[in-house]
């Protein structure tokens, strides 16, 4: 796959065999932003987020997350756009090219490929849920302010073996169906275009949740840090979710960034990305929390802790199922966009590795996750006893790809950059080869890729691990 870009032209996957092409409407600058916001809001925002944020200790959790973001995230987010632009091509290819021979940086965009299927066997569970949910909201009796009702709902769906695993394979159908049938483009439009939308409808949940009676001790939860509550699970789980949040560490930014216009700005576009994505996720919270205290909910209720408190928000507006209907119809849009990102990094390279056809490479994509996505969404029934590590395999697959291998993979991203491909390259990458006069802002971003980013990542790295003890 090769894609050529003139200056202020198209840029253009040329082979079509991606779906990512960037042409007509995407050539515009607000569209590449608009695609890359596509990949990293998701159901990151709207569910890791805030049960992270529950079981993390409310606010500190949030500073360490928003840390993780401006030292960590928009470095790394740079550098992959940077990455992908300079070599036009997909993550392994792209760190091909732009490294020295022999020296093995794709094994990078191949860490990314085990990622990106993990990722996709545990998020496919929870866009299964939100799908179920969309038709939960119909019937009256899940509106409710009484917790022990809106449990039982979720558990009666994910203990149910069948549905459970029906929820799943319903939504790669429609998944894998909009990337077999390269309808990618118009999708994310749609997508790109409700983003605005969901955050609409969440200023409008939040407003009912700030304004119910008890509300406040959620906004303390959420704003009041207590800084006890640190300890290495935290700061490893807060600096994951940055990585998880932006797309970063595994590749899926590499690929957009081959898809960038020669006269993109590259700082400004990460950095409004980054701010866009993290504003939508901390409205989740607002939305969220306030209701959990105001109606007695646990907030470290965990993955589940979206699902239990939406709908007692819902309960208490006027019209709230027509409300919790497009509330979570919403939220799968969204989610669809960081899945079309996930899902094209395995069929891209299958495709071009293996030569295989585009529809056999997504048929085969889609096949093997819905095999290892099945012990995602069994994990709450027949294999809710089998664990590794003392996780099952949903917590095990959320866990080590948000806390291990997307870090893992920024790590090697920092060295690279920093290390390998140095200033020359990323000042003329950043800085549109001297045109942008950025030349300050891109001297912070490359002390922090070179010195901070990777050093905070390795110490939260093994310090979460329990490398430095316990
Ligand atoms: N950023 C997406 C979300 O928050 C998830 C994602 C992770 C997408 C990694 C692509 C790659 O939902």
């Given at each position: 796959m090769e894609a050529s870009s003139t200056d202020g032209k198209l840029v253009e996957?040329?082979?079509?065999?991606?779906?990512?092409k960037v042409r007509d409407g995407f050539s515009t600058r607000l569209g590449v932003l608009l695609a890359t916001l596509g990949s990293a809001v998701g159901l990151g925002n709207i569910w890791k987020f805030p049960y992270l944020t529950g079981t993390g200790g409310g606010a500190v959790f949030i500073i360490i997350y928003m840390i993780s973001v401006l030292l960590i995230g928009i470095p790394v987010l740079v550098s992959e756009h940077a990455i992908g632009r300079s070599a036009r091509a997909n993550a392994i290819d792209s760190m091909r090219k732009v490294s020295p021979n022999?020296?093995?940086?794709?094994l990078i965009g191949a860490l990314g490929f085990l990622a990106a299927f993990f990722i996709m066997a545990f998020y496919t569970e929870v866009a299964g849920w939100v799908l179920a949910y969309v038709f939960k909201a119909f019937s009256a009796s899940i509106l409710s302010t009484d917790s022990n009702v809106t449990t039982e709902a979720f558990n009666s769906l994910v203990t149910n073996p069948g549905l459970s695993v029906a929820w799943q394979v319903i939504d790669l159908l429609i998944v894998g169906g909009i990337l077999m049938f390269g309808v990618s483009k118009g999708i994310e439009r749609v997508t790109k275009r409700l983003i605005p939308l969901l955050a609409i409808l969440l200023v409008v949940v939040a407003i009912r949740s700030l304004t119910l009676p008890g509300a406040s001790a959620g906004l303390e939860f959420l704003f009041?840090?207590?800084?006890?509550?640190?300890t290495a699970s935290t700061l490893l789980a807060g600096v994951g979710l940055a990585f998880f949040k932006l797309s970063i560490g595994m590749g899926t930014m590499i690929t957009y960034g081959s898809y960038f216009r020669s006269d993109q700005n590259i700082p400004t576009t990460a950095v409004r990305v980054a701010l866009a994505d993290m504003s939508i996720a901390l409205l989740a919270g607002i939305a969220i929390f306030p209701a959990v205290f105001a109606y007695g909910?646990?907030?470290?209720?965990?993955?589940?802790l979206v699902f239990l408190t939406i709908p007692s928000v819902f309960a208490s507006m006027p019209a709230g199922n027509i409300f919790m209907v497009i509330f979570f119809i919403l939220t799968f849009i969204a989610s669809i966009g960081a899945q079309v990102s996930l899902l094209e990094v395995p069929i891209s390279l299958v495709n071009e590795k293996?030569?295989?056809s585009r529809k056999l490479s997504t048929a085969l994509a889609s096949f093997t996750l819905i095999l290892v996505g099945s012990l995602a969404a069994l994990s709450n029934s027949l294999l809710a006893n089998v664990k590794i590590f003392g996780l099952t395999f949903f917590d095990l697959f959320d866990f080590t790809t948000s806390n291990i291998f997307l870090p893992l993979g920024g790590f090697f991203i920092c060295i690279f950059v920093g290390w390998v491909w140095g200033k020359k390259n990323f000042f003329a990458a950043l800085t549109n080869n001297g045109e942008l006069h950025n030349e300050k802002f891109v001297s912070v971003l490359f002390f922090l890729i070179r010195f901070v980013s990777p050093v905070l990542v390795l110490l939260v790295l093994l310090n979460g691990l329990g490398v430095f003890g316990k």
């Open positions: 996957a040329s082979s079509g065999k991606t779906n990512f022999k020296v093995p940086w794709w009041k840090p207590d800084f006890s509550k640190i909910f646990q907030p470290n209720a965990g993955p589940s293996f030569n295989l």
